[in-house]
């Protein structure tokens, strides 16, 4: 079982939606992650969080909206979503300066 | 800068027959290499990493890894495929200034026939 927990597994939503997902990690990890992965690719970064503040955004379009409530938390909010924007969403978590990310399963995340 | 390559992007091996998947590095400082695994629709498991120290290193499900700085290598093996071996395997890169930023590279398909 991996210990880092996404909800939820399967979202469909419009492209007018406003929806969230959500990720929790109990393990004292102080980075977070989030990462998008369309079929067959590797996961590309989005954002990264260290010490519950935003470290790295890498580009990412304003209608992706991350937020680190605590350190155990970390949540993706969506608005105005476009098909192209449907892939599987990954959370991670690492213990800072190890190098090793903990995955969750992730939310498949569908557009219409 | 980082990256890796995984050359091969599909491979399949027959049940009992030796597993190599190979992964190269690029990187101007010392790195920590992953390989992570993931089978359908599930998040990413890791296999085994190198940071320091020992250059064979072994992972879960028999799997193991030499780190040949030489080469910038950092090839998968396993010596017997199993059928449950079958899923995505993907190499990383990160630096240890501990950004804890990972590179993957594109990622090998692995089908084991029975």
């Known amino acids: 079982d991996t210990e880092v927990t996404q909800t939820p597994k399967h979202l469909v939503m419009g492209m007018t939606n406003k929806k969230s997902l959500k990720c929790e990690q109990h393990?004292?990890?102080?980075?977070m992650y989030w990462y998008k992965q369309k079929a067959k690719k590797p996961p590309e970064l989005m954002f990264v969080?260290?010490?519950?503040?935003?470290?790295i955004n890498e580009s990412v379009p304003s209608r992706f909206s991350p937020e680190c409530p605590n350190s155990s938390l970390l949540n993706l909010h969506l608005h105005a979503l476009q098909p192209e924007d449907s892939a599987l969403y990954l959370c991670?978590?690492?213990?800072?300066?190890?190098?090793?990310?903990?995955f969750g399963e992730g939310s498949r995340l569908t557009v219409l | 800068a980082q990256s890796v390559t995984q050359l091969g992007s599909h491979v399949s091996v027959s049940e009992g027959a030796l597993v190599l998947l190979r992964c190269n590095y690029s990187?101007?400082?010392?790195?920590?290499l992953f390989w992570y695994v993931q089978y359908p629709n599930q998040g990413l498991q890791l296999l085994l990493k190198?940071?320091?120290?020992?250059?064979l290193v072994k992972g879960i499900n028999g799997f193991e890894a030499e780190f040949k700085k030489s080469e910038t290598s950092f090839h998968l093996t396993k010596p017997s495929a199993h059928m449950s071996d079958a899923a995505e395997y993907f190499c990383?890169?990160?630096?240890?200034?501990?950004?804890?930023?990972?590179?993957f590279g594109t990622g090998t398909r692995l089908t084991v026939i029975p």
């Open positions: 991670a978590s690492s213990r800072k300066g190890t190098g090793e990310l903990f």
């Open positions: 393990m004292g990890h102080r980075a």
């Open positions: 969080y260290s010490y519950e503040k935003l470290s």
């Open positions: 990187s101007s400082v010392p790195p920590y």
């Open positions: 190198y940071t320091t120290g020992a250059t």
């Open positions: 990383a890169v990160s630096d240890q200034t501990g950004a804890n930023n990972l590179f």
